[in-house]
């Protein structure tokens, strides 16, 4: 179980680490939620967030990385029942709700959110991400999604969900909106709190956007005075051939979930390529994370016998709820012991195909053995091990991968968090790759990411730039620019 390498080999990268969490009890481990140590199922208590950020932000964590869904998991069985029943990324609340708690109680560390652009209309998202990022002090950042689930399309007002390469080109006009919003709606310096004249903002330097495209109609201006970021650091999982060419124009952190390296090193190399042929970006700048839980112990043994003891509590029929949600694939219509790399669905096939191919100890691959696979750490590596043998794995994924670090998982709460920041990070750190400490303490989410003191915004390469509207600028001088 232990995943082993040499780590010599791997280049040193000072290595990008968030916790990765939903508002929910289990998230990428279904049902762990029984287990006697873990405390998920506190999820709806604002105490139980302030304090895994405290223990964090201590541990020098760059954020905390919240995932989220609109609907239910409904494609197993073709019933909600599986998820209701396990607890499967269900019940599941709102996630920006609790982070001005979370940064109240802490100095530095970010909190990456998960909003959809198919279901938010962009004027109200972007109030809500520049008042988040005022009372957070620039510490928020946006994980863009255009959604997935059959189910949030038909609560949401759709008889169906919008076709993918539609629900991206929506994406594309609904990134322009924001930018125009956050970016240039307002003068960097308009809010001039003149006591004297009784003047709070001038309004020479607040301007419409007058944006009107296919999907969207804003006139503006934005309700908000710029903030801190203006726009939140961008984050983005799409391994499509939309969404590699959305992440290459838009992401400044991508998120990778898979079972090998091999797997995602060539859409890491395929979005860098053309963030850089495409859209003029420097290639290294942008960052990607990719999905690991981590079982660990003070020996092998200790970590295997963790192992052991967990695995008694997943929820397989969970597993295979999140499976459908992810794949869209009912594995209820296949016999208990029937051998799905030789059914007739080549969607069944290929994707059970490639999770036999990185563990070639399954010699049949049957419903349950993919949902063992799945149950704990969902569709990600799960490295089970002492610190070294952890960080060896790691390492792996870093030279075969070249992505640039994690975002973890956890199998119990909060005692996955605990053993990383007791057993592991000090192993990363004797290795050289993971930092002492931020970069810039109480700053941005931004300015930490990058580990560039005063980089805010974004960065003047990425498309974000071009809306920015500076002190200094006149309306007139800066509408020509547009």
């Not at 998991?73 to 609340?93: F, H």
């Not at 938010?120 to 999604?145: C, F, M």
């Not at 390296?261 to 859409?267: H, I, R, W």
Request: with cysteine; net charge negative; glycine share 8%.
């Amino acid at each position: 179980m232990a995943e082993h390498g040499s780590s010599s080999e791997a280049k040193k990268k000072s290595l990008i680490l968030n916790a990765f969490v939903m508002m929910c009890s289990g998230h990428q481990s279904p049902g762990l939620w029984r287990h006697p140590s873990d405390k998920s199922w506190r999820f709806k208590d604002t105490d139980h967030w302030v304090e895994l950020a405290k223990s964090l932000d201590q541990a020098k964590f760059h954020g905390i990385f919240i995932a989220d869904v609109l609907g239910g998991y409904d494609v197993y069985s073709k019933s909600l029942e599986p998820s209701i029943i396990s607890g499967a990324q269900w019940p599941v609340t709102e996630p920006l709700s609790v982070i001005p708690a979370m940064a109240a109680a802490t100095k530095s560390i970010g909190f990456g959110v998960t909003v959809s652009t198919t279901y938010e209309q962009p004027y109200h998202l972007a109030r809500r991400l520049s008042t988040i990022d005022h009372l957070t002090k620039g510490r928020v950042g946006w994980n863009i999604v255009t959604s997935y689930l059959e189910s949030a399309a038909k609560n949401l007002g759709r008889t169906e969900q919008l076709g993918h390469d539609e629900r991206y080109a929506q994406a594309e006009e609904y990134m322009t909106v924001i930018y125009k919003l956050l970016q240039s709606s307002w003068r960097d310096d308009a809010v001039v709190l003149d006591r004297e004249r009784g003047i709070y903002t001038d309004p020479r330097l607040v301007r419409q956007i007058n944006h009107s495209g296919k999907y969207f109609s804003v006139p503006g201006p934005h309700i908000v005075d710029p903030s801190p970021q203006r726009t939140p650091l961008l984050l983005q999982a799409g391994a499509s051939k939309a969404g590699k060419l959305f992440a290459a124009q838009h992401a400044e952190a991508i998120f990778t979930s898979a079972h090998a390296p091999a797997v995602c090193a060539k859409n890491i190399a395929e979005i860098r390529q053309t963030a850089k042929d495409v859209f003029g970006r420097d290639p290294s700048s942008i960052k990607v994370l990719a999905l690991a839980t981590t079982i660990l112990g003070r020996t092998e043994e200790e970590a295997l016998a963790k192992y052991d003891d967990y695995k008694q509590y997943a929820s397989l029929e969970g597993a295979l709820a999140l499976f459908g949600g992810w794949t869209g694939i009912d594995l209820n219509e296949y016999g208990d012991d029937e051998e799905l790399r030789q059914v007739e669905s080549n969607a069944v096939r290929s994707t059970v195909e490639a999770y036999a191919k990185f563990s070639p100890a399954n010699s049949k691959w049957t419903k349950h053995t993919v949902a063992e696979h799945v149950s704990l750490g969902g569709n990600g590596p799960l490295f089970v091990g002492t610190p070294s043998q952890v960080a060896d794995g790691l390492e792996t994924w870093v030279r075969e991968a070249d992505v640039d670090g994690f975002n973890f998982a956890y199998v119990v709460f909060p005692q996955s968090f605990e053993d990383i920041i007791e057993l592991l990070v000090p192993e990363l750190r004797k290795r050289g790759l993971f930092w002492d400490d931020y970069a810039v303490p109480g700053g941005t989410y931004r300015e930490n990411f990058y580990r560039k003191p005063g980089q805010k915004y974004p960065p003047a390469e990425h498309i974000a730039a071009k809306y920015h509207w500076p002190a200094e600028v006149d309306a007139d001088q800066f509408e020509t620019t547009q």
